[in-house]
């Protein structure tokens, strides 16, 4: 008695999302993903019926499904790049929700059934869309929320740094630094203070010193020097 009542002590409890907007969650780090990020959007269509999308590969645990299923499900789920694919082809069989990705990594998902690959962009509905951003990897993308004033779920686009930036980093496995600095540039051009309020970054949460999300996205996305970053070779 007393030895199953202290298994029962030990066992570790179920690790739940956290909320980070409204209707926005984060979920814990995901081992299968480099320790990234995945979140998770309860939305309604037009006719009031479940229409949740769900950001990158959360951890494969049951609390994670029962969560997800709580909610009503997964109506899209967006993989942002090839790391953050994690065990999406087996929990995709649990949540059975089509998944987005960009066409040229889709071959990485080869026996996943309702994968719904997009060239450029891709409108989830009448509040999302999904933006190809390619440089950390040929389909890395960020997602684009319309609700809270504008969120950018941004993956390994952008992420937060040791010293409380929002950056571009790159690492000896960049698919192309040129590129992505680029895309950077077009995001800079694409949003306004208006339709941009906050940065989900999709790793590197840690960096945030406990806050959930990146404030004052619009301003942090114009702070960063593109043609600085592109003047010297530095790899992490």
Not at 196 to 210: D, Q, S, V
Request: aromatic share 10%; net charge negative; with cysteine.
């Amino acid at each position: 008695m007393n030895s199953a009542c202290e298994s029962s002590q030990s066992a570790p409890l179920p690790r739940q999302p956290r909320l980070v907007l409204s209707n926005i969650y984060g979920f814990p780090p995901n081992r299968s993903t480099l320790g990234a990020t995945a979140y998770f959007i309860v939305e309604k269509d037009a006719e009031g019926n479940p229409a949740n999308l769900l950001v990158d590969c959360p951890p494969q645990e049951d609390s994670t499904t029962e969560f997800i299923q709580a909610q009503g499900g997964v109506r899209w789920w967006v993989l942002t790049h090839r790391d953050g694919h994690g065990t999406a082809a087996t929990l995709q069989r649990t949540l059975q929700c089509p998944i987005v990705v960009q066409e040229q990594e889709a071959y990485l998902l080869p026996e996943v059934p309702h994968l719904h690959p997009y060239r450029q962009e891709l409108a989830l509905g009448d509040s999302a869309l999904v933006i190809w951003t390619p440089g950390y990897s040929p389909g890395s993308a960020c997602l684009y929320y319309r609700g809270h004033g504008g969120v950018l779920f941004t993956g390994r686009h952008l992420l937060p740094t040791p010293e409380g930036q929002i950056l571009p980093l790159r690492f000896s496995k960049t698919f192309h630094w040129p590129r992505q600095l680029q895309q950077v540039r077009h995001l800079q051009e694409r949003f306004t203070a208006e339709s941009l309020a906050y940065l989900c970054p999709g790793a590197n949460t840690g960096f945030l010193r406990g806050q959930r999300l990146v404030a004052d996205a619009y301003s942090r996305l114009q702070d960063i020097d593109v043609e600085g970053l592109g003047s010297h070779d530095v790899f992490l």
